[in-house]
């Protein structure tokens, strides 16, 4: 699998769940990651593209701006990926919440984890796109791996 990969899965799919670590290569443009996760984000200014992710990315995002204590990254963050097109930010309710539980018990996942999980899954989205093995024990979920991309 390669980037022609990622490419025609995520035209085929036209909307996919991200997970926080496809955020963190990006902003900080990993060098082994970034080819794929700059696909990722092209195709998500693609007209008809849906990219989904659980407020819970953005909480995990600005732990280290917060403890390095800067405040430009924080804000950063904020402008640019609260007005990415095409990107919807999934705040847990209660049915979410429930399925996190279940998945946690079930799967064995750390709590951000299975609220990442649960939100692919209520969001109905075909494909969830990480790079963290603890998501393919996860049934419910077609998983990505970024590391099967390289």
Known sequence: MGIADLR?????????????????????????YKNLTGAIFNWLEESGSRGVTSTITMAELLVQPY?????????????????????????????????????????????????????????????FVTNDAAFRRVSELRVLAMDDLL
């Open 67 to 127: 403890r390095d204590r800067d405040s430009r990254r924080v804000d950063d963050c904020f402008a640019l990926l609260t007005r990415f097109p095409n990107l919807s930010w999934v705040e847990p309710d209660l049915g979410i919440a429930d399925l996190a539980a279940s998945f946690r018990a079930k799967h064995r996942l750390k709590m951000p984890d299975a609220l990442q999980a649960a939100t692919a899954v209520k969001e109905q989205t075909p494909a």
């Open 8 to 32: 025609s899965l995520l035209r085929q799919h036209r909307r996919v769940a991200i997970d926080t670590c496809i955020f963190v290569y990006e902003l900080e443009a990993n060098p082994t």
